[in-house]
């Protein structure tokens, strides 16, 4: 049965511990600190439905006060923060990409309040500390298995913007798919946008007519036209197999819960520092894995579940490494 992305929202994170350096502010240990979430796409877009089920979880562990706002336009970014710094929130959360000047030059005003951003600029003393939402390691495990599961020898994968880090996603997933047939063919296509599942559909359509049988959904909307069109589909970021069981067979996770948890404990404590959670997103920390197969446990051949598995503890170990890869990614 079909299920909204808004049903999603009810499902409970995983994730382990954090380490990073930074620089430390001086303030007073918070045993309740009040926590308050920015997005500026809504809470249907995977990246911030992770990170609404990481602050949602660790709510609920502390008692602690959440709220969150969704669909904040860029120009009100400022606003909101300001506000918020000036209630004396103690930790505010956000997917800074996008806004990333209004961010950083709010967070510089107000060195009290401990801002944990989505950001590819790294971490600035005393109080902003930066995470990157990369799952490109379990993203070579999906391609493992859209390899190995397409009859038609042709993947595809639907993407939001064309740029350097969601190349490296896309390139881990191709080179993975690569070591389990080094003849398949992917096909990439961009929608330019973070969030247009219209349009998303629309080029999963057309992937479709190009022979592609199995389809990363690295964007909301491809779910829903895979379905239509009888293809396999592998979600991202979160699990997205309640959409439609019968058609997602796993997703590429991002858990940001350990982020999330180092960053109140930091608060909690007064030993607020600027860190860079980036080094712990990965397989070996629990940040990145493959979900599991659900409905299509019996379908997976039980040689490619093998393979996968032997591969994601190769990474976790060290012993294989995850090339990230930004150039840029074409159709084959």
């Avoid at 999330?260 to 607020?272: E, P, Q, R, W, Y």
């Avoid at 940040?287 to 040689?303: G, H, Q, R």
């Amino acid at each position: 049965m079909n299920k909204t992305r808004r049903e999603l929202l009810t499902l409970t994170a995983l994730g382990l511990g954090a380490w990073a350096t930074g620089l430390p502010a001086a303030r007073a240990a918070t045993p309740s600190p009040r926590i308050r979430a920015i997005f500026e796409t809504p809470m249907e877009e995977p990246f911030v439905t992770q990170l609404h089920l990481a602050m949602s979880r660790i709510a609920k562990e502390a008692n602690l006060d959440y709220k969150y706002s969704e669909s904040v336009k860029a120009a009100d970014f400022s606003r909101v923060l300001r506000q918020w710094c000036e209630e004396g929130i103690e930790l505010i959360v956000g997917d800074a990409y996008g806004t990333e000047q209004a961010c950083r030059r709010v967070a510089g005003s107000y060195s009290e309040t401990a801002f944990t951003l989505g950001s590819a600029m790294g971490p600035t003393g005393p109080n902003v500390s930066t995470f990157y939402g990369q799952n490109y390691e379990a993203a070579y495990l999906g391609g493992m298995l859209a390899a190995g599961l397409s009859k038609s020898g042709k993947i595809g994968v639907v993407s939001g913007i064309a740029v350097p880090t969601t190349y490296g996603l896309l390139n881990a997933y191709r080179a993975g798919a690569k070591e389990m047939k080094p003849d398949i063919q992917m096909k990439a296509a961009y929608i330019g946008s973070m969030f247009d599942p219209p349009k998303a559909k629309e080029a999963t359509i057309a992937m479709a007519d190009l022979g592609v049988d199995v389809v990363f959904a690295e964007r909301i909307g491809v779910i829903e036209a895979a379905t239509e069109r009888q293809m396999i589909a592998i979600g991202n970021m979160t699990d997205q197999s309640a959409i439609n069981p019968a058609t997602v067979v796993s997703s590429v996770i991002w858990d940001p819960y350990p982020i999330i948890k180092a960053s109140v404990d930091a608060v909690m404590s007064g030993t607020l520092i600027a860190k860079d959670y980036s080094t712990i997103e990965n397989v070996a920390n629990g940040v990145n894995y493959l979900a599991s197969y659900k409905e299509f446990e019996d379908k997976v051949p039980a040689e490619l579940k093998a393979a996968i598995e032997a591969k994601s503890k190769e990474i976790a170990s060290g012993a294989f490494t995850v090339a990230y890869d930004t150039n840029e990614t074409k159709s084959d």
